[in-house]
């Protein structure tokens, strides 16, 4: 099984093709893998080199692999807004010998690599011609991540399930159903609103009813995952409200724009992100002709059809979305016709409940 002692496993942040990579020593050598692949660590002897099998494959085949810190050090060069300047050609030379420092790390100096970040930034402030050391964040350069395989058992808590995925995408349909196929097993959090309760409502049902002055207190003290104002009133949600959906046994549904989403990352909620993802251009004519759309969180008004611009719109923000976050999806899920992707959802959801899945080493501790 994978977690055998000393078998090290990593998720790759980062799609890798070997035929386009001008540093690799032999191209024929190199590992090409995508981003969200399982990769086995065989060696770490060479500091820009690792030789990796990818899990899962029926025939294995070592490659070679950019080493995390090789990999975060170019993918930095290439971020101007990181460097006060950009390295000349003696300076890259420079560069290019840094990769010795870290010669000879072994799995135990791999581990603290991760662990220590801050390390990491100060190491890499006198590699680079950085500003302030903390201006080059590790963090926002995804590579690699260690991970290693969870499987949930019957007495704990459910994991997180948030899902993310641009306005009009058919996101809040996806959840209404899963929610009503199955009240007793999935849940949603309860926001909190500052505006006045209205007759029919209660309080802990539709809202949680809360002064201005304490949302302010509560927001200073980041018990919010997101919150927004509308109207004169703000809205958000506590991440208390999400321990209690959990406290009751229930599977809970949390959509989130996706930059909450890091936040959400830890070992208490062991979050599984969900991207829910427009087909093409062409298909949104067909399927969504007769739809309509509530174009914004915050705007209460009457749905209206969908126009070639909001399909556009919606396209343009799932490419963001994908781009910038999508290092920190577990499953995409292609919402063409709604039927289909609502049966891969629930088979996601069957799925996450029985088997084991890949999980960051930093939740297990
Ligand atoms: P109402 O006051 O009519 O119930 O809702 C006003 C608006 O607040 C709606 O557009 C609703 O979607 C939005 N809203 C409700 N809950 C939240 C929340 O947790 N966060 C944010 N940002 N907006 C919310």
């Avoid at 302010?216 to 009133?233: P, R």
Wanted: net charge positive.
């Amino acid at each position: 099984t994978p977690s055998k002692e000393g078998k090290m496993f990593i998720k790759a942040l980062f799609d890798y093709d070997p035929n386009e990579d001008k540093a690799i020593p032999c191209k024929e050598a190199g590992l090409a893998f995508k981003k969200g692949d399982i990769l086995q660590i065989m060696s770490q002897d060479d500091a820009t080199w690792w030789q990796a099998k990818r899990e899962g494959d029926a025939n294995p085949r070592a490659g070679l692999i950019p080493s995390k810190h090789f990999q975060e050090r170019r993918l930095a060069l290439r971020r101007p807004e990181v460097l006060v300047q950009p390295l000349n050609v003696s300076n890259r030379k420079s560069y290019a010998e840094c990769g010795g420092i870290s010669r000879g790390t072994d799995l135990a100096g791999f581990r603290r690599s991760f662990r220590l970040s801050r390390k990491d930034k100060k190491t890499n402030k006198s590699m680079y011609e950085c500003k302030k050391s903390d201006q080059y964040d590790t963090a926002d350069v995804p590579t690699y991540e260690e991970v290693t395989p969870y499987r949930r058992q019957t007495h704990e808590k459910y994991r997180l399930v948030v899902l993310v995925g641009p306005v009009g995408v058919g996101l809040n349909e996806l959840k209404r159903k899963l929610l009503i196929s199955d009240t007793q097993h999935y849940g949603v959090t309860v926001p909190h609103t500052t505006r006045p309760r209205r007759s029919q409502e209660s309080d802990g049902v539709e809202y949680i009813f809360i002064s201005k002055h304490l949302f302010e207190t509560d927001v200073q003290n980041n018990k919010f995952i997101e919150y927004g104002e509308y109207k004169n009133n703000y809205y958000g949600t506590s991440i208390d409200s999400v321990r209690s959906v959990l406290a009751k046994n229930k599977v809970c549904l949390l959509d989130v724009q996706p930059h909450t989403v890091k936040h959400l990352r830890t070992l208490e909620f062991k979050p599984y992100v969900i991207f829910i993802k427009p087909p093409s251009i062409e298909r949104l004519r067909e399927t969504r002709k007769n739809a309509k759309i509530i174009s914004s969180r915050d705007d209460q008004g009457a749905a209206k059809p969908f126009t070639e611009e909001d399909f556009q719109e919606m396209i343009k923000s799932a490419q963001i979305m994908e781009s910038q976050y999508g290092h920190l999806f577990d499953k995409i899920i292609v919402n063409d016709d709604l039927t289909v992707a609502f049966n891969e959802l629930k088979t996601t959801f069957d799925k996450l409940e029985t088997d084991t899945h890949w999980v960051p080493v930093s939740w297990l501790h």
